[in-house]
């Protein structure tokens, strides 16, 4: 399975502190994409990183991507106390936008 | 754009019912995607529709699930006969060619089965 794994699976921190999440797949992807999901909600986009891009940022998140060790991150910095929120990673194997979502991370930031 | 819309928000059915789930996705948007996501299992891809046609089902279940997509702006995944263990909630989303823009997601049905 390509499917992706977020690491840690709960993080809590301050708010202020920067929150950073970890997600490994498996097989070679073209892209990934990071979501939230706030609690009894759908998921919204945050980013797509495409395999040839190293960095990518979007306001106050920043995605890395490392193909060799089959892994991204993200980082939330400056947190709000609005971004307490599970955060997935989701990944493609084939371009054809079948897309895996991983086992997300529970951020908790407390104000 | 209202978004993905899903209906209904909530259902609540006895076990051997038949089930309807409701998708209308962006306009313009030709990929449609069914999830169920439960906390066991977390989100999977139950099927993929690209230009109304389904392209992949092999995260069908079982039998019981079916899905439909007769025009671009309508999909319904249908459950026949229903069972506990698939209480879960069922989000519909659709993307476009733009993939910078990724999948957008409806709310989700919530799916409970007695």
């Known amino acids: 399975s390509q499917q992706g794994e977020e690491d840690p699976q709960a993080l809590s921190i301050q708010e202020g502190e920067n929150a950073t999440m970890n997600c490994s797949y498996k097989t070679s992807i073209n892209n990934l994409q990071w979501y939230r999901q706030n609690s009894g909600r759908g998921l919204v986009h945050l980013i797509l990183?495409?395999?040839?891009?190293r960095e990518k940022h979007s306001g106050r998140l920043r995605v890395t991507l490392d193909t060799s060790k089959k892994s991204s991150s993200l980082l939330i910095t400056a947190s709000r106390a609005a971004d307490t929120a599970s955060y997935f990673c989701?990944?493609?194997?084939?371009?054809?936008?079948?897309?895996?979502f991983g086992t997300g991370t529970r951020l908790k930031v407390l104000a | 754009d209202a978004g993905v819309i899903q209906s209904p928000r909530h259902e609540v059915t006895e076990m051997g019912q038949e089930v309807t789930l409701r998708c209308k996705p962006i306009?313009?948007?030709?990929?449609l995607f069914w999830y169920r996501q439960t906390m066991m299992r977390g989100l999977e891809l139950l099927i993929y529709f690209n230009n109304n046609v389904p392209i992949d089902d092999s995260g069908m279940p079982e039998d019981r699930f079916s899905a439909k997509m007769p025009n671009a702006s309508f999909s319904t995944l249908k459950i026949q006969p229903s069972e506990p263990r698939d209480s879960a909630v069922y989000f519909c989303?659709?993307?476009?060619?733009?993939?910078?823009?990724?999948?957008?997601f409806g709310s989700g049905t919530r799916l409970t089965v007695v």
């Open positions: 306009s313009g948007h030709n990929s």
């Open positions: 989303a659709s993307a476009g060619q733009m993939l910078n823009y990724g999948y957008t």
């Open positions: 990183i495409r395999s040839n891009e």
């Open positions: 989701a990944t493609d194997g084939s371009g054809t936008y079948k897309y895996i």
